[in-house]
């Protein structure tokens, strides 16, 4: 082993958060790198996939209660149900840049863990809603306390992984999503079997996820650090070796100060505007398919609980299309965009099967709702773009926040093209799907090109002659850093 010095004279388990330098830190042989990576990937990725399975579970539990007679109990009528899945994103954009500006100040591991707590108490008092307002208020606040799951673990993929290594971990852990999926719809069969008596099971299916949710918000307070120096599970010589892989790649495992000059770079960057407007397309199709996923397979001749079991075929789908691109994209330099591009198209050509295949042609529409999924797995490759090319904490912040909020107005758009009036087709909602994949489509092709035009225009600049260790500890944006390449 070989010592790259920095001297300092504090305390590196303070998480480098307020000294100048860096520390001692360890430089060890490739074998010995592999070694933490894969301790840290056995640890750290289950913590964060399991909570983005629930994450999606407990947000999808609309979908599945109004197979269980919620819509009956409840009294909704009209586009109520359309606007109890709408107002979810409503809560999560008035939480989305308070969420930001807390990740970066507050201890992330306790924050998200906290937050996980209190959104599963949230989840469990649906059961106690028998009105529209209920409803409404319970599942703005739902999605206010999910806003902070996204870019809390896009900022700590960012902290323990190279810019390389990024892709694959950002599609395992959001491959819980896709489990949730595959997934919920046999749980909420099971659970739709109880026979409780005064509780409908639409009120066991929040009550038995919320009470799941809150056990893993405890695990997450103890076992989710705050930074790699600051990990119990890891030794003094692994906690180096994280930190100074990921300084050498140019990444940075500290946390900084809130930087208001990052925010107005952030806004005036175009990659923020086209990451923005092609989230608010796709997910067009994403908030009106969350929200009437049941009801459109009900649609395609599936009756009752039988819906929530068919989905399953969806879940799989969504998961090959996730780990195949990660896994495309981690082996392969700099087809992020290109890999974006034509998972779009394919969610395309899925809804243009729902749309023009008849009524009796169940096999073909169902197939085509699988095919339409496949955008999903667009999402954890937008932030490890974000992640990988964007430097300065608040200004990466900044730019998941603003994704995430265009995230959210597409979902709130979404379920108003789609009506239970307009059951069993919804040609209005898929219509507008289908314009939305097209210009998701067109906006990750611009990313592309000023991507491309941007490494072309900084080949010829003269990189700072300072360490990459000193670098990062300034917390430089990518826009201040000469002779920054970015990932395509």
Known sequence: MTSIGLDTKSDPSEGLKHSTTVGSITYVSPEESRRVRRKVDLILLPILGFCYFLQFLDKQTLSYASLLGMIEDTHLAGTQFSWTGSIFY??????SYPTMYLSVRLPIGKYLGATVFVWAAILMCHAACYSFMGLMITR?????????????FSLITGMWYTRRQQPLRYGLWFAGGSMATLFGGLLSYGIGHIDGGSVAAWQYLFLIFGA????????MLIFLPDTPAKTFWLTSDERSTTLHNIMADGQTGTKSSYKFSQVLEAFRDPVTWCLSLYSFCVNIA???????????VQGFGFKGLEALLIQMPTGAAQLFFVIASAVLCSTFP???????????LISLLGMVLMYALPDSNQAGRMA??????????????????????VRGLTKRAVINACVLVMYCVGNIVGPQFFSVDEAPRYERGITASLCGFGLGFFWILVLRLYLQWQNKKRAGEVELDMPQEMLLLEDRTDWETPGCKYVL
């Open 212 to 219: 799941v949710t809150a056990v893993w918000g405890i695990v």
């Open 368 to 389: 085509g709702f699988c095919l339409s999924l496949a955008f999903s797995a667009n999402m954890p490759l937008a932030m490890s773009l974000i992640t990988s090319n």
């Open 334 to 344: 700099n087809i992020r965009t290109l890999t974006m591009m034509a998972l779009a």
């Open 90 to 95: 409503f809560g999560f954009i008035f939480w």
């Open 286 to 296: 994403n908030g009106g398919l969350t929200t009437f996923g049941s009801l459109v």
């Open 140 to 152: 703005f606040f739902l999605g206010a306390f999910e806003a902070s799951i996204a870019p809390g």
